[in-house]
């Protein structure tokens, strides 16, 4: 039997979208974040429970498929399904659709159990995955693989971390990492295209104190950007973004 297909309306915000009137990359995570966790309170899953045994879920890769980015003021059904697992990982599916059911956005993610005292993933108990109906398997569905990063021919940009970056985990929350990203790319670059996809994979935690930097390759005529968030040398995430021209 698949697993629950949770469903919940919502109204885009103004201020969750930014100059093309459409939902920043940041708020689109948000929302779908917010719906997984609002199917989780439900029964009695929410993160404050899951954190009272001493772990936490912690998304590792979301690959994103934007049709048509929602806009401010637009109600929209936000739909999740925690499809699957192995000993180890979780994937979870979400939706964006409009008020007639046209999926808008299409978002795979992978996920795993993160000891909140050692920073170590662990084995996922079966309590925290059998109440959604996922099914158990042997292997998971592969998430896009990104293009490898050219340090040579990249624009970078320096940013602190601060209190306001650190989420309920202790550490930056994941969907801060995309505006590092996004912020790499000029006012023209950005005002003359909107996004079609991007898939951002998370390596290791960026904690409060880290100065990062974020780094950029333009590739394919300026329709694919290739990004890396750095702290002390190491590549903490990495990301690939997809766009088309407008005007």
Do not use: C
Request: net charge negative.
């Amino acid at each position: 039997m698949a697993a629950e297909i949770f469903t919940e309306d919502y109204k885009i915000t103004n201020f969750e979208t930014n100059l093309h009137g459409t939902i920043t990359l940041q708020y689109l995570l948000d929302v779908i974040v917010q719906a997984s966790e609002d199917q989780s309170q439900a029964i009695n899953l929410g993160t404050e429970k899951v954190q009272e045994n001493g772990v936490t879920w912690v998304v590792i890769q979301y690959d994103v498929d934007i049709k048509e980015l929602p806009k401010a003021g637009q109600p929209v059904k936000l739909q999740t399904q925690g499809t699957s697992y192995t000993k180890s990982f979780a994937n979870r599916h979400f939706w964006i659709r409009d008020m007639d059911g046209h999926i808008l956005v299409e978002v795979k993610s992978l996920w795993v159990m993160m000891n909140l005292t050692t920073r170590k993933m662990v084995r996922i108990p079966e309590s925290a995955v059998t109440p959604y109906g996922s099914e158990k398997v042997k292997r998971l569905e592969r998430l896009h693989k990104l293009h490898k990063f050219d340090v040579d021919n990249a624009k970078k940009m320096k940013f602190p971390v601060t209190f306001n970056d650190i989420d309920f985990n202790g550490h930056v929350g994941n969907t801060r990492y995309i505006n590092w990203m996004s912020d790499t790319l000029s006012f023209d670059f950005q005002k003359g295209r909107l996004p079609t996809g991007f898939s951002i994979k998370f390596e290791d935690e960026v904690r409060y104190g880290d100065q990062v930097t974020s780094e950029v390759n333009i590739i394919d005529d300026g329709n694919t950007t290739v990004h890396q968030i750095m702290v002390d040398g190491k590549a903490r995430s990495m990301a690939e973004i997809t766009w088309k021209k407008i005007n």
